[in-house]
């Protein structure tokens, strides 16, 4: 997402770099190249007024400080100014003091929301959340199948029976507070446009349910017309947030940017592409960053404690600390690493990677081959690969459909790893810190405070 941005921008504050100050013509034309660049990603046109009518105010004088160079000024009044416009604060979620939260899932044909509905379940279980699906859309014959597919990938039960949408979600709550579970997400049926039947049956469950969250799934990728959706349902169901769903193949934007002014009510959360990982908590701040090419390493850093197994994790630094981290630690890290999603959404996270870099992307196969080199190996090979001679090497390549010479970068390459290991006194290092475990939720929601969360 905000691919367009991000690059137009950098080419604006390069050419802003290096000058000195600047006079109103100047700023005048820094204002007309932001402009361009949020049309070209879509922004709604009164959101695109108001801003630059915030920004250039601001620029024009008053506010300038003495310490920073006018570049430096300039991005920091777009950066605030994007992360209002963003939404300003992030989405909040209180869980209700008598349980179950309930958070009905509303939105048109095919934006997601089943697939919405399991990734929700699966952050609330990270939370350390007792979640309930309730599979409430009835129109489709296979949509309750849908959810109890996916909700099996993410470890969620399911409730769901074929009577009426209505009927189907109270029970759902009612099933919730008897098995005791404390949240429960409504999933419910999508129809091609808004109309009134589709009104009507949201209207009912939400009436039947009175949701403590009411969130609407949209696609990113529709642009304006999502935005247009989100204002038509939010007249007649009170919504609290939006879930942007397919940010992946959206390049540009222009909802995300639009929907807060627009129908007042923030982005929650955004989900990034198909697997139950792809989904995360939307940060204005850390996305008017992202957009400036400033990264987010804070959202990355937490990605990486939701999905990095402690365990795994605590067993790799013993290994490292003993100076025995093998081919099988590399590989369970590498495991662990691909939880996390393509390793191309990582690298946007990052600050100042050249545009280049982003463009030419990461070679996922790269790392597939790996893990099948190392997933042909025998354990005693994992463990000590100066074993690997001639034949056993001609066996690995053959079982990993590689060449030999794969086989030999790949050793290379870890040897070097290893090397480098040690003489970057790693070893010792994590042998003097001690042991130093992740804690469990209770401790982690804490430290998450501190760097700035606010869910
Ligand atoms: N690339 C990508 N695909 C997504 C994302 N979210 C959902 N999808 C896909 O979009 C398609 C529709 O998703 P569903 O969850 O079935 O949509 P829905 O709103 O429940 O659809 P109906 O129940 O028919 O109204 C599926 O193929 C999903 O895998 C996303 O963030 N990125
Ligand atoms: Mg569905």
Redo the contacts with the bound molecule.
């Keep these: 997402m905000f691919e367009t941005l991000t690059d137009r921008f950098e080419g604006i504050l390069t050419r802003l770099r290096g000058r000195g100050r600047l006079g109103d013509a100047e700023i005048a034309e820094v204002l007309r190249e932001i402009r361009v660049a949020l049309l070209e990603a879509d922004v709604s046109l009164e959101v695109v007024r108001d801003l630059l009518e915030r920004i250039r105010e601001r620029c024009s004088g008053a506010e300038l400080s003495k310490s920073l160079t006018p570049a430096q000024q300039v991005i920091k009044v777009v950066d605030e100014e994007l992360t209002a416009t963003l939404g300003g604060e992030s989405f909040k979620l209180t869980y209700a003091s008598k349980p179950p939260t309930v958070v009905l899932l509303a939105?048109?044909?095919?934006?997601?929301?089943?697939?919405?509905?399991a990734k929700l379940a699966r952050w609330f279980k990270q939370q350390g959340r007792h979640p309930l699906l309730v599979g409430a859309?009835l129109?489709?014959p296979a949509?309750v199948e849908?959810l109890r597919v996916l909700g099996r990938d993410v470890g969620a039960a399911v409730f769901s029976e074929p009577t009426d949408p209505v009927a189907v979600a109270r029970r759902g709550v009612e099933e919730a507070v008897r098995v005791g579970r404390d949240v429960v997400v409504i999933?419910t049926?999508?129809?091609l446009a808004i109309d009134e039947a589709l009104m009507r049956e949201v209207a009912e469950v939400s009436a039947a349910t009175r949701p403590h969250y009411t969130l609407l799934?949209v696609d990113a990728m529709t642009g304006q017309d999502a935005v247009r959706t989100a204002r038509a349902f939010h007249e007649t169901l009170e919504l609290d947030g939006i879930i942007l769903?397919?940010?992946?193949?959206d390049a540009r934007g222009g909802a995300a940017l639009s929907v807060k002014q627009v129908v007042g009510k923030p982005v929650a959360f955004v989900?990034?592409?198909?697997r139950p990982a792809?989904?995360e908590p939307f940060y204005p701040d850390r996305m008017a960053s992202r957009i400036l090419g400033m990264g987010d390493v804070l959202s990355l850093i937490e990605k990486a404690e939701r999905e990095y197994d402690e365990d795994v994790a605590a067993k790799a630094v013993e290994r490292l600390r003993a100076g025995r981290f093998s081919l099988e630690d590399f590989h369970e890290q590498l495991q662990q690493m691909k939880k996390m999603g393509p390793l191309q959404n990582m690298l946007g996270m990052l600050p100042g990677i050249p545009k280049e870099v982003r463009d030419a992307g990461i070679d996922e196969s790269q790392v597939s081959r790996i893990e099948a080199i190392i997933r042909s190996m025998t354990p005693q090979e994992r463990d000590d690969p100066s074993v690997i001679n001639g034949s056993r090497r001609m066996r690995i390549a053959a079982g990993s459909g590689t060449s030999t010479s794969d086989v030999n970068n790949l050793l290379r390459q870890f040897k070097e790893m290893q090397r480098f290991m040690r003489s970057s006194g790693m070893a010792g290092a994590l042998a003097r810190s001690g042991p130093r475990r992740k804690k469990k939720q209770g401790g982690r929601s804490s430290s998450r405070k501190g760097a700035g969360s606010r869910h």
């Design positions: 939105g048109l044909q095919g934006a997601g929301k089943t697939a919405a509905a859309d129109q489709r949509a849908q999933d049926a999508g129809r799934v769903t397919k940010v992946d193949g989900s990034t592409g198909e792809e989904f």
